[in-house]
C-alpha cells in the first residue's frame, strides 16, 4: 500500500472507530445470548455433539473479530467478507445438526442476533447497500435453515431488523466519513490561513515597507530614479493584491466580473457594469481585473494635469454573449505619441506585459488610444464561456 492509501485508510478508521468499537460491544452481547441458547438447546438437537462445536466456534470468531475489528486490522473488504461468509455457513450447518421439525419450530443455532453482527460489520465497511445485500444474504441463508418461507412479518421480525440495522448502520458510517472529510478540510483550510496571516504580517512589516520608502525616495530624487519608483510601486502594488487574495476568501472556481469591477468604483472611478452577474473563470476574471487595475492605477500615478488631481476614469462592461469588452477610458492628460515605445526601449514592460500581456494570454486583444491632452482609452476584449452561467 502507498503511503497515500495508508494515509486514507488511517483517516477513514478515524472517522469510524468508536461506531467499531460500539459494534463489539454488541458482538460480545450477542454471543452471550448465542451460547445460552445453544446450552438451552443442546439435548434437542439430532447431534449435541455437533451443537457445542458450532458454540464454540461462535466463541472462538467472535474473539478473533473482536480483537480484529477494534485493533484495526479486521477493517478492511476481504475480512468483513469472511465474517459474512462464516456466519452464513453455520446458519447452514443448523440443517445437518437438527431434525426438520425442531428448524421449523426455532432459529438458527447460531441465532439470528449474533448472526446481525456480520450484516452490521458489512454495513460500516461497505456502505448502506451492500449493508442491505449483507442482510439478504443473512435471511437467505436462514430461511434455508429453517425449511420454507416465513411470509409473515409479525412472526419473523428478523428480517425487517436485519435489513434495517444493514441499511441504517451504512447511511451513518457514511456520513461520519463525509463528516470527519469536511473537518479534516475546514482544519487544513485554518491551518493555511493561518500561516498566510502569519506570512502576510512578515511581509507587510518587511518587504511591502521597504517598496513603499522606494517608491516614496525615488519619486523624490527624481531623474532616472523615477523609474525605479515606479517599478516598487508597481510591485508594493502586486503584492498588497496577492496577499489581499489569499486572505480574504477560499478560492472559487468561478467570479463574477461585474461585481468584481464595480468594487473598483470610488469619487475618481466611474464603473457602469450589466445588472445581470457576468460569471467566468475565476483565473480568467482575476486576469482581467489584473490589467483594469493597472490601466487604473497608471490612471492616477501619470493622468494628473498641472494641478496635480488625478483624472476621472469611467469603466465600462458589456457582455457580448461570446466575448466581454471592458472599456478604461480617463480624462488626463494622454500619452504623447512614441511614449510607449520609449518606455519599452527603456525596459519599462509595465504596459506591455500587465495590461497587453495579459489581455493576449487570455486569446483576448489590447487596444489603445491616446492623445497628448486627450485622455487615455483602453478597450479590452477577452473571448468569454459564460463560466458558470445560470
Known amino acids: ?60 470468531w467472535s474473539v478473533v473479530c473482536g480483537w480484529a475489528l477494534t ?69 437467505t441463508c436462514s430461511t434455508v435453515a429453517k425449511g420454507f418461507v416465513v411470509v409473515d412479518l409479525a412472526r419473523n421480525a428478523a428480517v425487517v431488523i436485519l435489513l434495517a440495522l444493514g441499511v441504517v448502520i451504512g447511511l451513518g458510517a457514511s456520513a461520519l466519513r463525509r463528516a470527519s472529510a469536511r473537518l479534516e478540510e475546514a482544519t487544513r483550510l485554518a491551518a ?35 523609474d525605479l519608483a515606479d517599478l516598487a510601486a508597481d510591485q508594493e502594488r502586486v503584492l498588497r493584491e496577492l496577499l489581499g487574495q489569499g486572505t480574504a476568501r477560499p478560492a472559487a472556481a468561478h467570479l463574477d466580473l461585474a461585481d468584481a469591477l ?22 480568467r476574471v482575476t486576469e482581467v481585473l489584473a490589467a483594469v487595475d493597472n490601466a487604473l492605477d497608471n490612471a492616477r500615478r501619470h493622468g494628473a494635469g498641472p494641478d496635480g488631481i488625478a483624472p476621472r476614469v469611467f469603466v465600462l462592461l458589456e457582455d457580448l454573449g461570446g466575448k466581454v469588452v471592458v472599456s478604461v477610458r480617463d480624462d488626463g492628460v494622454g500619452i504623447a505619441p512614441g511614449r510607449l515605445r520609449e518606455a519599452t526601449a527603456e525596459g519599462r514592460l509595465g504596459i506591455g506585459q500587465a495590461i497587453v500581456g495579459r489581455i493576449e494570454s487570455l486569446g483576448g486583444t489590447a487596444r489603445l488610444e491616446s492623445a497628448p491632452g486627450e485622455g487615455t482609452d483602453w478597450e479590452l476584449t477577452v473571448p468569454w464561456d459564460g463560466g458558470a452561467r445560470r
Request: proline letters at 3%; a negative charge; hydrophobic letters at 55%.
Open 1 to 60: 500500500m502507498t503511503a497515500a492509501g495508508a494515509a486514507a485508510t488511517a483517516r477513514d478508521d478515524a472517522a469510524v472507530a468508536e461506531l467499531w468499537r460500539a459494534a463489539q460491544v454488541f458482538r460480545a452481547l450477542t454471543v452471550l445470548y448465542a451460547v445460552g441458547f445453544v446450552v438451552a438447546v443442546h439435548d434437542d438437537l439430532d447431534h449435541p455433539a455437533g451443537g457445542v462445536v458450532v458454540g464454540g466456534i461462535v466463541v472462538l
Open 71 to 139: 485493533r484495526g486490522p479486521g477493517r478492511t473488504v476481504g475480512w468483513v467478507v469472511a465474517d459474512l461468509v462464516v456466519v452464513c455457513l453455520l446458519m447452514l450447518s443448523t440443517v445437518a445438526l437438527a431434525s426438520d421439525d425442531w428448524r421449523a419450530d426455532h432459529q438458527s443455532i447460531p441465532t439470528t442476533l449474533w448472526a446481525a453482527n456480520a450484516v452490521i460489520s458489512v454495513g460500516i465497511q461497505l456502505g448502506a447497500v451492500r449493508g442491505g445485500a449483507a442482510a439478504i444474504a443473512v435471511i
Open 192 to 226: 493555511a490561513t493561518a500561516e498566510r496571516d502569519r506570512l502576510s504580517r512578515q511581509v507587510h512589516d518587511g518587504v511591502l515597507q521597504v517598496l513603499a520608502l522606494i517608491a516614496r525616495r525615488g519619486r523624490e530624487i527624481g531623474g532616472a530614479t523615477g
Open 262 to 283: 464595480r468594487a473598483r468604483a470610488d469619487d475618481r472611478v466611474t464603473v457602469s457594469a450589466p445588472a445581470e452577474p457576468v460569471i467566468g473563470d475565476a483565473d
